[in-house]
């Protein structure tokens, strides 16, 4: 029989270091990976909306003409890809996307009203927490992704 201690609990506690792996890439070559682009993001976004378009008809024509475990599969794979349908709006509304910001916006408002979403809601609450709760917190930015302490 195991007998948790205070010093063994506290052991528990403590976080674990993670030994993540790092690609390592090139500055060019990760400014490459980044680069926005109008006809790679209508490649992107119409690929998606075409296989959601895709499922979706190919399910609901499949209702009482197929057998019910091919339909439920049917349901499942469409329903897998219109789980994705997060990450777009996402990606989106940080307009990453598309190189141009009226193309990040209409494709924003598509994907935002296939979820159900408000997208004005989605921003407003997003994008001003990014920026104010760091500095409330008394974190400062030291260059591009390390964040200390103020003071430190």
């Not at 063994?8 to 506690?13: D, F, L």
């Not at 475990?69 to 777009?88: K, Q, R, Y």
């Not at 709006?89 to 159900?116: P, Q």
Request: charge should be positive; aromatic fraction near 12%.
């Amino acid at each position: 029989m195991v007998v948790m201690t205070k010093e063994s609990a506290a052991e528990e506690r403590k976080p674990r270091a993670i030994a993540w792996y790092r690609t390592r890439l090139e500055p060019e070559e990760l400014k490459s990976v980044h680069r926005r682009s109008d006809w790679r993001g209508l490649a992107q976004t119409l690929g998606y909306l075409g296989l959601l378009t895709l499922t979706g008809s190919v399910a609901f024509y499949s209702t009482g003409l197929w057998p019910w475990p091919v339909v439920l599969g049917l349901l499942f794979l469409h329903g897998t890809f219109f789980a994705f349908l997060i990450n777009g709006v996402h990606e989106l509304g940080h307009g990453t996307v598309f190189r141009t910001k009226a193309l990040n916006a209409v494709f924003d408002r598509v994907l935002s009203f296939l979820a159900w979403m408000n997208f004005e809601i989605w921003v407003c609450t997003s994008f001003p927490l990014a920026r104010i709760l760091p500095r409330r917190m008394g974190l400062r930015r030291t260059g591009r992704h390390k964040i200390l302490r103020s003071g430190e």
